[in-house]
């Protein structure tokens, strides 16, 4: 266990510079919001391309931090996760609601205007929406992870309903959700 | 929004397929190793069992934090006190303020306490730029394993530490101000693929006197000198399983307001050096059984060195050139122990073990004019400071603990042990803590906790003499503590905190009226602190907080008095704001109200006072290249006061006005 924890605090290091998130939070977020999102059964089915689009979705002027995050992503799985082929990119609120092959979004710190307008299109394109700030669960957002007693996968139990997501049930072995 | 947890249901633990194992499986590990970062780096303290405080010296560095010490006093709850040798104690909610102890200072797993006085003054100006971050824990227990806090812990990690989240491989830095102030120093860390070393070093000083005119207790006026030379290094190595720790630490400070309360010669020194090493290996013995071996030395010394009592008769005697001491004591710490940690059992996180510690005084000097015909003679058998050849002590602590997950809303932490020593009754103490988060933002915490704080060996051994007199029959001070936290959760990285304490103390540890230390009645404290902490928006870092402290004094005769030396305001607001990508401001505004004194002391309370610091700095947020930064201490130029014992100086002691410096760094 020792291992596996310098193994993964070196894999956090090369992205904890000057950052306003708290590092752990994000980085714990860069490595598992791609494994969650290769739990969605319906994740290729966004694209035609054969290749899952994670968008790492930002508003106002935090498109650096966004593009780090992504650039982050990428470098850290080269493409795949499992199976899945997948690209992490850098997405704008506004650009994000005219597209339709984003197969999975991750939200960084964003002002809850945007926030109320991404959930909504999430719901309605079947796209899991995951959030830096787990307090957007109550703006209607369908997942965050918080790290407490122990790090805890939040799912918003009405949204999942709502959304019609599919992920495969292992993911709800280990979630709590909230409604 | 309502809230609901998901028991994990069989019907849901549907079989995997071939490709979704790995990925759940190292779902799971991701979400296990961030756990386990987050404890041991106490990344998630609001869901920790304790009323605890994390200060990291990044934020530090932005308020203009220079100190360990000028960092205690952002805690809630926590005031300044000092002596008339400038011993600075920090004081816990008005946890005996007249007595050293009260808290246990740690430095990377190590209790720096001497046990001369059982404190830690020496170690308060550790600069900033060396730790990582401080640990603050209010209220009695073992945060640290096998570490007994009395009102209070302090954890601090430096960088020689074991730290996985810090960027930069080391910093080198200086500073230099007002007063004389100037320091340089700086840590590195190297590593290989079994091994890790990290060193620090630094140098400071200033030449500080009290910012206003003091008449002492023999009506003489002047400045008291407050200054300070302190330097000091320290290494951690680690392989593999085994780490071995040591710290040197020199610290002189000015005799400041002389040991007998009168205003010493200007060259008046008191010096006290340190230094420790540590040891532990950790062998794992089963899957889930591991045994910790740890063994330490510690070895200080304190040296008074001045003219204590000015030209003049006393008892009779006339001294024409003054009264002159030269006092030292040298004490070693031995300590070994031996813990149990397994996790065999679902949901219970056990340990369990017992560490002896051996404290004794292994060298004095008392050399003083006593018979001024004589000049400085040696008296260090015919009539020593200290009964040095009886302040022995051997003590003994076992304990078992238990942290138990008893849903995934609801923890449980116990802990019990017996502390066995050979000058003092044995004592069994024990603290249960239970949280409770009824919702992902509402965490409430129920507290209990029953501890002990020996006597040092100062209070039980020193000689009959003006400054004060030991009384080997002293007994520990005791706390039965209660206390309730509620903690909302504002946003990620937003928390908004409620404390209620309520502290019986018994068998307290003070002066009496021949100045001889006696467990003196019992006081009983109690109150509240609000706090605001985290960031409002991603640009700024913020502390704030309200502490009320209400405590009461009761003697052995059943009188009732307010508890002296104790503001019951405390406000502290911190606050940093990113101008820009390079500029930072930052400062810190600090009330601390009016303080009263025992009843038969005629003087008025001690007024309350606030100090406002700005700090402006450049790349303050860099973790690689150079930094700047210039802060203004105490703009308003307020004459900071601590209070002084009836008959010593009236005017209490003035301890700090207004000072300024800059300080840059280099991080790589």
Redesign the interface.
């Known amino acids: 266990m020792e291992i596996l924890i310098r193994l993964f605090a070196v894999l956090m290091i090369g992205f904890l510079a000057a950052r306003a998130e708290d590092p752990l939070l994000l980085n714990t977020h860069i490595r598992m919001i791609p494994k969650i999102m290769a739990l969605d059964t319906q994740a290729l089915s966004h694209s035609s391309s054969g290749k899952a689009i994670l968008g790492v979705v930002y508003d106002d002027n935090r498109k650096n931090s966004a593009k780090k995050v992504a650039d982050e992503i990428n470098a850290d799985y080269d493409g795949n996760i499992g199976t899945l082929p997948f690209v992490a990119i850098a997405i704008s609120v506004d650009e994000l609601m005219l597209r339709h092959d984003i197969a999975f979004v991750y939200l960084v710190e964003m002002r809850n205007s945007s926030v109320r307008r991404v959930a909504p299109w999430g719901i309605l394109n079947s796209v899991p929406a995951f959030s830096y700030n787990s307090e957007n669960l109550d703006l209607g957002i369908l997942g965050a992870i918080a790290i407490e007693r122990s790090t805890v996968i939040y799912l918003n139990k009405n949204v999942l309903k709502e959304g019609k997501f599919r992920f495969n049930d292992t993911l709800f072995q280990i979630a709590r959700f909230v409604e | 929004?309502?809230?609901?947890?998901?028991t994990?249901s069989l019907s849901?633990?549907?079989s995997?397929?071939a490709?979704?194992t790995?990925?759940?499986t190292?779902?799971?590990?991701?979400?296990?190793?961030?756990?386990?970062?987050?404890t041991q780096?106490n990344?998630?303290i609001?869901?920790q069992p304790f009323i605890l405080s994390i200060l990291h010296s990044d934020d530090l560095s932005k308020f203009g934090v220079r100190t360990l010490g000028e960092a205690l006093t952002l805690v809630p709850g926590i005031d300044m006190a000092t002596n008339t040798m400038n011993n600075r104690t920090p004081i816990f909610r008005g946890s005996n303020p007249t007595a050293y102890g009260q808290s246990t200072l740690v430095i990377d797993g190590f209790v720096v306490n001497d046990s001369i006085f059982s404190n830690y003054n020496a170690y308060l100006d550790l600069p900033i730029e060396l730790i990582d971050r401080i640990e603050v824990v209010r209220g009695s227990g073992s945060f640290i394993e096998g570490v007994n806090g009395y009102a209070g812990t302090i954890n601090v990690i430096t960088h020689a530490g074991s730290d996985?989240?810090?960027?930069e491989n080391g910093t080198l830095f200086a500073s230099g101000g007002s007063e004389g102030a100037m320091g340089v120093g700086g840590w590195s860390r190297y590593k290989g693929e079994k091994w890790k070393l990290s060193l620090d070093a630094f140098s400071q000083r200033h030449d500080r006197q009290t910012p206003v005119l003091v008449t002492d207790a023999l009506g003489q006026s002047g400045y008291a000198k407050l200054g300070m030379k302190h330097s000091g290094f320290g290494i951690a190595y680690e392989y593999g399983?085994f780490e071995l720790r040591g710290r040197y630490n020199d610290y002189k400070n000015d005799s400041a307001f002389g040991n007998l309360n009168a205003l010493p010669n200007p060259e008046g020194t008191f010096e006290s050096p340190s230094w420790h090493i540590q040891s532990k290996y950790t062998l794992p013995l089963a899957r889930d059984l591991n045994l910790i071996l740890k063994a330490s030395i510690m070895e200080g010394s304190m040296k008074s060195d001045s003219r204590a009592l000015p030209i003049g008769t006393y008892a009779g005697v006339t001294y024409s050139d003054g009264y002159w001491a030269s006092l030292m004591v040298k004490n070693r710490r031995t300590s070994g122990g031996a813990a149990f940690h397994y996790d065999g059992v679902e949901l219970h996180h056990l340990s369990a073990g017992i560490e002896s510690t051996w404290d004794e005084a292994v060298d004095m000097e008392t050399f003083a004019n006593k018979i001024p015909s004589l000049g400085m003679q040696d008296y260090s058998i015919t009539s020593p400071f200290i009964y040095a050849d009886k302040a022995k002590r051997q003590s003994t602590n076992l304990y078992l603990s238990d942290n138990i997950?008893i849903n995934?809303k609801t923890?449980l932490a116990l802990t019990l042990g017996m502390m066995k020593t050979s000058d003092s009754e044995s004592h069994a103490y024990g603290r249960a803590a239970l949280?409770y988060?009824p919702t992902?933002?509402d965490i409430f915490k129920l507290m209990a906790a029953d501890g002990v704080r020996y006597p040092s060996f100062q209070e039980m051994y020193a000689t009959p003499s003006r400054y004060a007199t030991g009384n080997p029959n002293l007994t520990y001070e005791h706390v039965r503590s209660l206390e309730a936290q509620y903690l909302r959760?504002l946003?990620?990285?937003l928390t908004a905190g409620m404390n209620l304490f309520y502290l019986a103390n018994s068998q307290q540890i003070v002066r009496d009226a021949t100045n001889t230390f006696q467990n003196y009645g019992e006081n009983i404290i109690q109150g509240g602190e609000a706090e605001l902490r985290g960031?409002l928006t991603?640009?700024d870092t913020l502390l704030l907080s309200y502490s009320y402290i209400y405590g009461e004094v009761k003697d052995n005769y059943g009188n009732v008095s307010s508890i002296p030396y104790t503001a019951s305001h405390l406000i502290k607001a911190a606050y940093a704001y990113d101008l820009t990508e390079n500029w930072t401001l930052g400062g810190i505004w600090n009330y601390v109200g009016s303080k009263k004194r025992y009843a038969s002391d005629t003087r008025d309370s001690l007024a309350a006072y606030n100090t406002l610091d700005i700090a402006l700095g450049w790349d303050m947020?860099?973790?690689?290249g150079w930094y700047a930064q210039g802060v203004v201490k105490n703009i308003a130029d307020t004459t900071v006061r601590y209070p002084s014992p009836a008959s010593t100086y009236p005017d209490d002691y003035p301890v700090a006005g207004r000072s300024f410096w800059i300080r840059t760094g280099w991080k790589f």
């Open positions: 929004m309502k809230y609901t947890i998901c994990v849901l633990a549907l995997l397929s490709s979704d790995p990925i759940f190292s779902l799971n590990d991701d979400m296990a190793q961030t756990a386990l970062l987050a780096t990344q998630n609001d869901y996985p989240l810090r960027v399983q997950t995934d923890a949280v988060q992902r933002s959760k946003g990620t990285n960031k991603s640009e947020n860099t973790h690689k």
